[in-house]
Nanobody
Framework: QVHVVESGGGLVQPGGSLRLSCVASGLTFSTYRMRWYRQAPGKERELVAIITSTGTTTYADSVKGRFTISRDNAKNTVSLQMNSLKPEDTAKYYC?????????WGQGTQVTVSS
């Protein structure tokens, strides 16, 4: 059975940093393309960052230069380092593992940026 579990969310002041982590078990992690999404209240889910099985990364324009996605295949973990956080980054952040028709989601972790 596949499990995807996010952690690391919380309350942070504008300009601060947070590091989100996602552990995916029950799958061959190294072969999966991993994504971080976010969803703010009243808004559609937004793709934040992608990392392929070979380590190629892609970012939404809104986070480019501030967020960094990385993976550790030995630990079945993908991380999202978030710097220079803004109030508009406030959202629930979701981890997604995808390989062809296989598509797994975590329950999300809340990030709130507020003074």
């Amino acid at each position: 059975q596949v499990h995807v579990v996010e952690s690391g969310g919380g309350l942070v002041q504008p300009g601060g940093s947070l590091r989100l982590s996602c552990v995916a078990s029950g799958l061959t992690f190294s072969t999966y393309r991993m994504r971080w999404y976010r969803q703010a209240p009243g808004k559609e889910r937004e793709l934040v960052a992608i990392i392929t099985s070979t380590g190629t990364t892609t970012y939404a324009d809104s986070v480019k230069g501030r967020f960094t996605i990385s993976r550790d295949n030995a630990k079945n973990t993908v991380s999202l380092q978030m710097n220079s956080l803004k109030p508009e980054d406030t959202a629930k952040y979701y981890c997604n593992a995808r390989l062809y028709d296989a598509d797994y989601w975590g329950q999300g972790t809340q990030v709130t940026v507020s003074s």
